[in-house]
Structures are given as C-alpha cells and as structure tokens.
C-alpha cells in the first residue's frame, strides 16, 4: 500500500505548478466577500476552478479568523470513479499536492474503522478528485492541520451521520462536505432545481436526490447531523458553469454554504 497518495488532477482542474497553484488561490480568497461568520462545517464545489473555484473560496474565506485553532479537517466527497458500499477510506498515510503533503488523522481513522459502513479502498480514492481540489484552499488558509479524507457511495444519511457524529469534535474540528449541484440541464432548468435544493439545504431538509447534488448522500448526513447539533445554514454563493467559464447549454450548478452554532446553543 502506497504510504502517500499522489495527486491525481494536477494540471487538470487545477494548477500543478505550485507558484501558480498558490497565487491563483489566494486571488480567489482574496476576491471572496468578507463574512464574519464562525463555521463548524462547509459545503464546497468540486469543479476545476476556473469553473467553480471563485465558489469555493467564498465558504474557506470564512476560516480566515478561525484558521489558527482549526486543527482536523473531516472531508467528505462523493465516489465518481468507482461504486463503492458506505463510507471509504484510503490506507496512505497523507495526500500530496503541489503544495506539500497534507498528514492523515491515523487515529480518527482506526475510530471510526470498526463501523460497518466503513471500509478502506485506495482504488476508489487513486484518481478523485472531490476531496483533492479542496487541499490546496485547505493548505492556504490553515496553518497546520491532519485530514480525514473518506468518499461516499451508496450509503444512508444516517449512516454518514454517524461517522460524523463519532468525529465530530470541538473548535478544533471542521467539516467540509464536498459537491455540486445539477448537472448538464439548461441554464434556466439548472437554476430552478440549485435554487429548490438550496431551499431544502437553508431549511435543513433531507433528503437531497442525486440530480441535485453529486454529493446528496453526504450532504444529507450533514443534514441529520446540523440539526441534533443546532447549526445554521448560510447560503454564501450560488452559481452554475453557465455564470463563470462556460457555455449556457449545459451547466453544472455550484453553491457555498456555512453552518454556524445557532445562538443560544453551546458549541461542543
């Protein structure tokens, strides 16, 4: 088993050259609208970013003041390249990028381990890109942190829930959930079902169809998750290729959310 996981989309979706890699990033961040918003969790696009990568920065724009005490990302994207059963990890130790490497939660992967849901495949995780593209904006706006990378296939809202409730943490932890939102209707379809699915996702109701989000089935555990832990959903940017560099024949639909600790609830 490869003790590091190379990258595997450098030079597709985005940069492989690490000077233009970290410049491109930092000029979505900087681009991104301020917010003085505290999240416990993210939902991103998974796009190449000259697709949907000014989306992305909205959401990890907001860690900006948070970063020095992030200390754990929990990643979770949906499985493209392979069917898959549950929730899967990696046996590497660390992914790499252009940037560097980016270390693994050893021992929150041996906590969640035993759960029947979860098992361990490099197969499925060798060529995604889902959880990839978001390290380069997690390695420029944290400082230091370790990674529970898993990928989702064909598994219930409750069981993501769990594994996310098992690793839930404190301040410490962030979750990020990786998707997309409708893909390859019209623009004006592709608008009518992101802004339905953006509605279900401020309303915290589930569950999401795969038309609406590659990443429905982790989106909905977040879901089941946000609300036994009282958080609030933020929309932070809704668009679709059809928006950023594409044509508007057939889109595919982008939107950044933050969960933030509603008032008068204690963060745990």
Not at 1 to 9: E, G, L, Q, Y
Not at 67 to 75: S, W
Not at 145 to 153: A, R, S
Not at 159 to 178: C, F, K, M, R
Request: glycine share 6%; hydrophobic share 45%; with cysteine.
């Amino acid at each position: 088993m490869p003790a590091i996981r190379p990258s595997a989309v450098a030079g597709m979706f985005y940069p492989s050259d690490t000077v233009q890699l970290k410049q491109e990033v930092q000029t979505f961040l900087a681009a991104a609208h301020p917010h003085t918003l505290i999240p416990k969790a993210l939902i991103v696009p998974h796009a190449g970013y000259v697709y949907s990568g000014s989306i992305a920065a909205s959401a990890f724009a907001t860690l900006k003041n948070i970063a020095p005490r992030i200390r754990r990302v929990v990643l979770l994207g949906p499985a493209h390249r392979l069917l898959v059963r549950g929730l899967v990890l990696p046996e590497a130790r660390a992914f790499d990028t252009p940037l560097g490497l980016v270390n693994l939660d050893l021992e929150a992967m041996q906590a969640i381990a035993p759960l029947p849901q979860v098992s361990f495949n490099d197969t499925a995780h060798a060529e995604e890109h889902s959880l990839e593209v978001q390290l380069p904006f997690l390695q420029c706006v944290l400082e230091d942190f370790i990674l529970l990378p898993l990928l989702v296939g064909m598994a219930t809202a409750a069981e993501v829930a769990e594994v996310l409730q098992t690793v839930w943490g404190g301040d410490e932890t962030l979750i990020v959930i990786s998707s997309d939102l409708s893909h390859f209707f019209s623009y004006a379809a592709a608008r009518s079902i992101d802004n339905k699915t953006v509605q279900d996702i401020m309303e915290l109701h589930q569950p999401l169809t795969h038309e609406q989000a590659c990443g429905g089935t982790p989106i909905n555990g977040l879901i089941i998750a946000a609300r036994q832990h009282h958080l609030k959903p933020h929309l932070l940017d809704l668009r679709n290729s059809g928006d950023t560099a594409g044509t508007r024949d057939r889109v595919v639909g982008y939107a950044a959310f933050a969960f933030t600790q509603e008032s008068g609830h204690v963060r745990h």
